[in-house]
């Protein structure tokens, strides 16, 4: 089993590596150990799809961005194909040419958002925009918020846009202050040694409370609708990350 910190401080580059290393599972190459996903996408497929509801109607546009390689992109690409939508997906050529290809389905293969093109193409016309576990890499390797103000420009009215499984240090101080989340450290470390939580402190290269609160006070400003949602507690990181979810009335 891949160890954490074999996956910190890796951006887009790293995945095209991690698509054509053989020696990684299906979850190593989208940056997880094993533990971390195996056995909890269907879960994580659910929590996504009670969440943008627009998936649940027919003949939409649906984007996903970075999709990777694991069952995840497998299960949207089933359900785009049963309620006749269109899906776009923007990854490396290298991750993509590990998903199937079908009529409905269209593939970009750029650093998103580094292809304008496809971008003017699409303003105002995309329906449901998905971005799980993504937005710790844009951090690395795009602007922020250059980011955000695109995909947002992409959304049609009534269009949903969710960026889930954000890594939120705020959001795991809090946790492993609790009790709750002392006995959980003890137990995945197998130490006897409570974690040491500092509030207050920031934490350089990391999301917080404020990158997050900021996604949503930026969203809302444009004139889109935006929350910040929990995910289900059956899902393997539910304790120290969450969602944006961002509406076009």
Known sequence: MASSNRFEDIGFEDFRRFAQDQSMSKYERIGFPDSYRQGYEASIFADICGKLSNLQAQGRHVVD??????DLPRMLVELCASNNHALTLIDSQEMLDLLGDADFIAKVPAM???????????????????CYSVLQYVFVDVSFFQFLDVSLSLLAPGGQM?????PNVSKRKRFFASETG?????????????PVVEFNKIEHGQIDDAVVMALVERARAQGFDAYVLPQGNGLPMANRREDVLIVRP
């Open 112 to 130: 998103y958002p580094q292809c304008p093109d496809w971008i003017a193409s699409q303003v105002g016309k995309v329906d449901v925009i998905l």
């Open 65 to 70: 961005i970075g999709p990777g390689c694991s």
């Open 182 to 194: 002392k006995q959980f450290h003890m137990r995945h470390m197998k130490t006897d040694q409570a």
């Open 162 to 166: 969710l960026i889930g499984d954000i």
